[in-house]
């Protein structure tokens, strides 16, 4: 058997553990977590100071030298999630449906973990804390593969983690670090011990992973998301949503890379807009109507494709909402994109029309985040439909099982007419769910 087989195995056992404590248990070891990484915060920073000088000598971009860096206000950051994901209720154990099937045979469709989930992620090193919480919290396990310019801050973030799962009696197993390209081979291939893999990435990247393994892929794709300027917006609320929307951080998912705008508010605007954003260092790629009204570099055809993660973004002119909606869903990764407008029935339209997990009303596409929802953190924002959408949190990291309670009842009755369905609708929770207990 392969290591990576042995580390899955594990994981397994692991996750057997897991689903059955109790949330006091569970919060407990993520309070923990919180007090290792912060005991050990001087070694943590040496360890990330040493991927970022191997990173610059690499010649790795601005904006993902800033994903890369793991300081102080990171660490408060990611104490603070680990904090406020022990505030949030237990997603585990809550009965969703009841019904009565006959006199004396009930139904309970009842919340449980997925499993073991394999999480393949970019060089964000709170990434790692933000995953293995969430996970823990929901009573999965995690094999984690990071990007390998943080390798040497990942190994050192999962020994504070798996340290404190020992301490809370956990098994450390339950969080587990890939460091190579050939273990994340190997995981692609362990089905039956691994039930869910997500990798956040690229489309060509996520689409690899769909393709090179039977596990259930649920991917976290491009962030091509677009801000739409309406004809009758609000010009300084516009001007405020789109610098934040670009600026507040280029490096993430849910920064605006393509800004439309109505040719009716564009002369208005472009200038105010031009301004700003280059003030900040944007560098402006527009259509020919763009052009025509400011100065700019020429937009092509791949430009509406292409998530910059840079001070880069490209501008077109529309003529309707419809045309806006349009080139959304067209080009945009269904990930988030905004209008902006003092029309409620533009808006409407809009939120209604645009096929994507997250559509703003006059807010900018940064508040796309699972903490900003309230959902202690994510695990990352799904662009697809089945069976999480939009910033996965606690609940994205859950499934369900049928727990039928009888008393004696057969099929061979039910045939013979001794036995009736009833199917009726009961306000009861699952009697067995008291008996979650921790033992670990």
């Known amino acids: ?11 397994r056992e692991a996750f057997y553990t897991l689903s059955v404590s109790s949330d006091e248990a569970r919060n407990q070891a993520l309070l923990m977590m919180a007090d290792s990484l912060s005991s050990r915060a001087d070694a943590i920073f040496e360890q990330n100071a040493l991927d970022l000088r191997d990173a610059e000598a690499a010649s790795l971009a601005a904006p993902l030298l800033s994903r890369l860096k793991f300081d102080q206000v990171k660490l408060d950051q990611v104490i603070q999630g680990l904090k406020s994901l022990c505030a949030l209720p237990d997603p585990l154990g809550k009965t969703t449906l009841s019904t009565e099937l006959m006199p004396g045979l009930n139904l309970y469709r009842v919340v449980c973990p997925i499993g073991v989930v394999g999480v393949i992620f970019e060089s964000r090193p709170d990434a790692l804390v933000q995953i293995a919480s969430l996970c823990i919290k929901s009573g999965n396990a995690v094999l984690l593969k990071g990007g390998s310019e943080a390798l040497r801050t990942n190994r050192i973030l999962a020994e504070c983690i798996q340290d404190a799962l020992r301490r809370a009696g956990f098994p450390c197993t339950a969080v587990q670090l890939l460091t190579s390209r050939e273990e994340v081979s190997a995981m692609l291939k362990e089905d039956e011990l691994i039930d869910l893999i997500i990798p956040r990435g690229s489309n060509a990247f996520v689409r690899y992973i769909m393709d090179n393994s039977r596990i259930p892929v649920l991917g976290h794709a491009d962030g091509l998301c677009h801000v739409y300027i309406h004809q009758d917006a609000d010009p300084d609320m516009a001007v405020r949503v789109v610098v934040d929307s670009k600026t507040q951080n280029v490096s993430v998912c849910n920064a605006m890379e393509t800004l439309l705008i109505h040719e009716g508010i564009a002369s208005l605007l472009l200038p105010r807009l ?110 697809g439909k089945i069976h999480a959408r939009g910033p996965m949190g606690l609940e994205g990291l859950t499934t369900y099982k049928y727990k039928l309670i009888g008393s004696g009842q057969t099929m061979s009755d039910v045939k013979r007419g001794l036995l009736h369905y009833t199917h009726r609708p009961l306000n009861a929770s699952d009697p067995t769910s008291g008996e979650r207990k921790q033992e670990a």
């Open 274 to 383: 031009k301004e700003k954003l280059e003030a900040a260092g944007v560098r402006l790629l527009g259509d020919e109507k763009v052009q025509a009204l400011i100065s700019c570099e020429p937009a092509s055809e791949a430009d509406w494709s292409t998530e910059y993660l840079d001070y880069i973004l490209s501008i077109r002119v529309v003529s309707s909402l419809e045309e806006a909606i349009a080139h959304i869903n067209r080009y945009g990764s269904h990930h988030t994109d905004c209008i902006v407008t003092e029309d409620e029935a533009a808006a409407a339209s809009f939120l209604n029309h645009v096929d994507s997990a997250g559509v703003y009303w006059n807010v900018s596409t940064r508040f796309a985040d699972g903490f900003v929802y309230g959902f202690g953190a994510e695990v990352g924002i799904a662009t």
């Open 1 to 11: 058997m392969t290591d990576l087989h042995e580390m899955s195995l594990a994981a």
